[in-house]
C-alpha cells in the first residue's frame, strides 16, 4: 500500500486564487488527494507531514515553447568554427544552421538530457516540446517532464516534406506510457512550401494531433510573407538552396496564411507573435488559438516585442516560453517571467504571469486534465519556493514572483533528485 506524504509550507499558491496560509497537499500515488489549510488535512488524514516553513508551494511550471535539443548550443558555437555575430534575425539563422551542420548525431542525447535537468531543476515540470529528429523521442520519454512533443515538419520540396511529415505522424502516433502526449510542428509560414499547408491541415485533423508553429517572429518573416522579399528572400533562401521555390508571395499577413489553411485552432500553439496585427488579433482569438510569449529571445534577437497589451485586450489565451539556449540565456521560466515583469510592467501582473506559466501553458498544450494548478486528481508536479513573508496575504505572491528561490521540485509526488 503506497503512503500518503502530506506536503506543508507557509503558503500555498495557486493561479486564479488568494494564497492560503498554512496550505498543504494530501499526495499518494503520485497524484493530489486533497488541499487545504493543513490543519484540515490533518483532521481528515493521518499521514506523515513534510513541512516547509517560510517557503510556498506553486504548481510546477509549464514551459509552453522549447527546444531542449538546443541546449549545449552556447558550447557548440565557442568551437566552431564559424564567426558567430549575427546583426539580423536571418543572420542567426544562417548561422544556427551552420553551426548545427558540424554536429554528429551523438552530440544531441546529451543536449537534450541537459535540457531536461535544466526544466526540472529551476520548477519546471511540463514542457512543449519541438522535437526535430524523431529517433531523440525516446530520451523525453525517459524522462520525468509532462506535456507534449510537436514533432517538426518543413521544407519546400515536395519528396523531402513527404518524408518529414510521414515520419512526424508515425512517431507522433506511438503509443508511449507516458505523460508526455504529442503533436506536429509546422516550423514556420516560411519554411514550408505554401502548397503543402492544406495536407498538414488534413493529418492533424485525421489523427487528432495539436499543432505549435512559430509565427510572425521577425519583420524579416512579414516582408517574406507579404511580397516575397526582404532578406529572407536575398539571403536565407538561396543559402539553404531554396531559390525556385520562392513562388508567388501571399499578399497578406502569416496570420491569414496559416489561417486560410486551417491550421489555426484551440489546439494550435501560435508561438512569438511578435509582429501581429489588430486584424491578426482578431483572427487568433475568433479561433481559439494560444500564443506562446518568449520575450527574452525576442529581445536578445531583436526582432521587437509582442504587443502584449493588444493581444490581452482581445483576450487571446497567453502562455510562457523559454524557447532555446540558441536565443536565450536560461532555460528557466522564473526568469522569463521576471522579464516579462519589467518588459511588460504596464501590461502583466504577478497574477498575469503566475497564470501564463501553469493552467495558460497547460491549456495552451492541452494538459489541463493532468497539470497546471494544485487541485484534486492532477498529478503531483510543485516546487517549493523560498524568501516568502509571512502573515501578509496580499504581499506573498508579489514577493514570491519577483524574489523567489526554488528549493525543492517533485515530479508525480516524488523529490526530482530522488527521480534522477
Request: net charge negative.
Amino acid at each position: 500500500m503506497s503512503e500518503n506524504i502530506i506536503y506543508a509550507a507557509s503558503w500555498l499558491i495557486n493561479p486564479d486564487a488568494p494564497p492560503v496560509a498554512g496550505g498543504a497537499l494530501l499526495v499518494c500515488d503520485g497524484t493530489i488527494v486533497e488541499t487545504g489549510p493543513l490543519d484540515a488535512l490533518r483532521r481528515t488524514s493521518s499521514a506523515t507531514v513534510l513541512n516547509f516553513p517560510d517557503c510556498a508551494i506553486l504548481p510546477g511550471f509549464v514551459n509552453a515553447h522549447t527546444h531542449l535539443e538546443l541546449t549545449h548550443f552556447p558550447s557548440w558555437r565557442l568551437r566552431s568554427a564559424v564567426d558567430y555575430n549575427p546583426r539580423r534575425f536571418t543572420d542567426w539563422i544562417i548561422q544556427l544552421i551552420k553551426i548545427s551542420r558540424g554536429l554528429t548525431a551523438a552530440e544531441y542525447p546529451p543536449s537534450i538530457r541537459e535540457g531536461v535537468r535544466m526544466c526540472l531543476e529551476s520548477g519546471t515540470t511540463a514542457i512543449g516540446e519541438i522535437v526535430t529528429n524523431p529517433s531523440h523521442a525516446g530520451l523525453y520519454y525517459d524522462s520525468s517532464l509532462a506535456g507534449r512533443l510537436y514533432f517538426e515538419l518543413l521544407g519546400q520540396e515536395a519528396g523531402h516534406f513527404k518524408g518529414k511529415l510521414t515520419a512526424a505522424t508515425t512517431a507522433a502516433l506511438q503509443d508511449e506510457a507516458s505523460p508526455l502526449l504529442t503533436g506536429l510542428s509546422p516550423h514556420s509560414p516560411y519554411t514550408i512550401g505554401q502548397e503543402y499547408l492544406a495536407a498538414i491541415h488534413d493529418t492533424a485533423a485525421a489523427h487528432v494531433l495539436p499543432l505549435s508553429i512559430h509565427l510572425s517572429e521577425s519583420q524579416s518573416e512579414t516582408d517574406f510573407i507579404f511580397d516575397g522579399g526582404g532578406d529572407l528572400a536575398t539571403d536565407f533562401y538561396p543559402f539553404v538552396g531554396w531559390e525556385r521555390f520562392r513562388g508567388r508571395p501571399a499578399r497578406c499577413s502569416s496570420t491569414e496564411l496559416l489561417d486560410r489553411n486551417g491550421l489555426l485552432t484551440p489546439t494550435t500553439v501560435a508561438v512569438h507573435c511578435v509582429h501581429v496585427s489588430l486584424a491578426d488579433a482578431h483572427i487568433l482569438k475568433t479561433r481559439g488559438t494560444s500564443v506562446a510569449l518568449c520575450p527574452r529571445s525576442n529581445d536578445l534577437l531583436d526582432v521587437g516585442r509582442a504587443p502584449v497589451a493588444l493581444l490581452k485586450k482581445v483576450g487571446i489565451p497567453l502562455a510562457l516560453g523559454t524557447d532555446s539556449l540558441a536565443s536565450n540565456n536560461s532555460l528557466s521560466l522564473w526568469d522569463e517571467l521576471r522579464f516579462a515583469l519589467e518588459t511588460f510592467s504596464a501590461d502583466l501582473s504577478e497574477e498575469d504571469v503566475l497564470r501564463m506559466v501553469t493552467t495558460g501553458g497547460a491549456a495552451a498544450l492541452g494538459i489541463s486534465a493532468s497539470c497546471g494548478i494544485l487541485a484534486t486528481g492532477r498529478r503531483a508536479d510543485f516546487q517549493v519556493v523560498g524568501s516568502c513573508p509571512t502573515g501578509n496575504t496580499a504581499a506573498v505572491l508579489k514577493q514570491v514572483m519577483r524574489e523567489g528561490v526554488v528549493q525543492e521540485v517533485f515530479v508525480g509526488g516524488v523529490p526530482y533528485s530522488a527521480g534522477m
